[in-house]
């Protein structure tokens, strides 16, 4: 059973005893060392009382059996409490009467827990405040608020908490402002006070836990939590959600006591250890506002900012600041000003850091993780000695998965797309890829490689890797595809010397619209790269040639072979003019490159690891040897061959006549035709 006493005008949290084993003498012992400030340890003459709370008075208390008694009493009424009324020869007058003259106010109600200490300014405690940043090496971190951040972010509803049940709160006030609005002085009208209040707080003083609900934070009499860090943080949070600024009262270790800093504002709160100090509790709580929501709180400091928006800084470093600040109001109706949110900014940054320079680290640990859980795979790690220093720097980081590479060469076409992406973390980098396509025409990664800059260097490094997996005889039989920069050609070319060459036509493109623009150019060189035979492009040059004869010179300038479509050997099969399924493998990780370096690359392996299974399941369905996109295109040509006629020439050739302006041979012996499609 709880323990607690009145004495000299103050109440005080004695012990948690056993009821059998207890005695007046026990008692007052207990009263003494919780009292260890107070006059009263000097006291010759003690009468003791306890308070019922269904009795008008307090029963006196004599011997041990009256105490025993009362302790039935309460058991049998349920309560798990006991309030006894400790008097002695030096009170003056009752200790239960008030000694001030000032007008009562709803604070007055658990006033008797407050030792007379100073006002401290709430500005003294700010430092000490200051919310605490989650770690980083765990995956989720609560930033010691007892609540999740990242729900706290995604909660995006606008209804209303409802923070205690006022209904509740109403009725167990009704007697104690009764009390106070009459003003009575006697003792009977105190012990009433007494009764009141401690009836409001026996409906919780046995404690719960805090638990968040959700996005909401609800906060009620009785509540306990961890650590009066975790109990501060909560109210910090609440405070920012609720719109209103706080008044650090009391901020200490044993007890801290807050008000909403708006004037007349009846909203406060008090918390201290209960009574096994294993727990920081709440012991008061006026719930209501009188005051108007504030939407400029300078409790969401910029390193709170930092620490709820860190997860969004973690897969894009470049977020601007306008996007977590309408993030802020539309999730706490908070108005920051622009400086705030660049310092909390430079503050995420400053950690990601941290978060970056610890994952290159892993980086040997990762390799042999892949080497041991992936037999057959290729991944090498290049460091880098400069200036003599100690500990090497990062240079590159290959890795070539070898079920990656025995899906290129059973189901893939052998035309791979070469690019390179720029990483958005601290330590910037560029992460090379290679791609191929499937069978279905679907975009299939073989290798990757993050490396410093890109260059001649690094892409012969690439290109080296690269050859080991897939390469022979210099890569004959091979087509890659690129954007022409001249550090990817020399690497192409001094690496896979056989291999095809193909220039993306939308480079070319960009390229040449800035020295000749024009719809008509553009149209016209469009229908050039896409020409399936060699009279359509000559049609489409000539007109290109009577728009711009600079333009012409200038295309023919770069090897047709490379960007021309009726060009392309047909052993590749394969017709793409651009480098799109490049482009596309980077757009589809663009989310990981702002992430960690192993943190990024595990995200691209996991994403993989998912495409490939679903389209294992997707072929599994299929009731066709042929892929899905290759019928549709075969049943396309079959409805578009009906307005064709046929004319039968010599064993397996045939004339086919479009209209009379357009004809072509076909040989089905050597699957040739005129038309280049």
Known sequence: MDIEAVMGGKMVNVAHVIPE???????????????????????????????????????????????????????????SWAMFVIKTELDSKSVLRVQNQKKKTPFDKFSVTQYAEPEVDWSD???????????????????????????????????EFDYVNEDKWDAGLDDYYSADDSGADSDAGDDENIVSATCNYEANSGGFEFTPDGANIVLKIGQL???????????????????????????????????CAAPRCTWRIHASPNWNKKHFQIKTYMPEHTCERNNENYEANSTWIAAIYLHLFRSNTQLPIDVFGSKLFRNYGIKCCNQRLYRAKNKALELLGQDHKVSFTKLFRYMNAILSSNPGSTVSLEKVWLGGGVNPHFKYFFVFFDANRRGFFEGCRQFIGVDGCHLKGLYKGVLLSAVSVDANYGI??????????????????????????IGCNGGEGLCFMSDRQKGILNAIERVFPHALKRYCCRHIYSNFKQKFPGMLLKKEFWAACRSANQVDFNNHMAEIYSISPAAHKWLLQIPVVCWAKHCFPVQIKCSHVTNNMSESFNNWISNFRGMP??????????????????????????????????RRKVIEARVESRTLSVIFGHDKTFEVMEDISKRCVVDLGTKHCDCGE
């Open 21 to 79: 084993q207890y005695t007046l003498k026990k008692l007052w012992e207990d009263v003494k060392d919780v009292c260890f400030d107070l006059p009263v340890r000097e006291a010759k003459e003690v009468r003791y009382e306890v308070l019922l709370p269904w009795e008008k008075l307090n029963m006196s208390l004599k011997t041990d059996s009256n105490l025993q008694d009362a302790f039935k009493k309460l058991r049998n009424k349920h309560y």
């Open 125 to 159: 405690f700010a430092a000490e405040n200051e919310f605490t940043l989650p770690d980083l090496n765990a995956e989720t971190s609560n930033a010691g608020v007892g609540v999740n951040i990242d729900g706290l972010d995604s909660g995006d509803s606008d209804e």
């Open 225 to 259: 939590f961890k650590t009066v860090d975790e109990f501060r943080n909560v109210v910090k949070v609440f405070a920012i959600k609720d719109g209103f600024r706080l008044k650090r009262v009391k901020n200490e270790k044993s007890r801290v006591t807050l008000n």
């Open 444 to 469: 299939y990664l073989l290798a990757m490689c993050v490396v410093d800059n890109e260059n001649t260097e690094s892409w012969t490094y690439f290109m080296e890797k690269l050859y080991e997996q």
């Open 597 to 630: 370096i192993v943190r990024m690359l595990e995200e691209i392996r996991r994403k993989i690891m998912i495409l490939i299974h679903k389209r294992y399941e997707q072929a599994n369905t299929w009731q066709d040897e042929l892929p899905p996109l290759v």
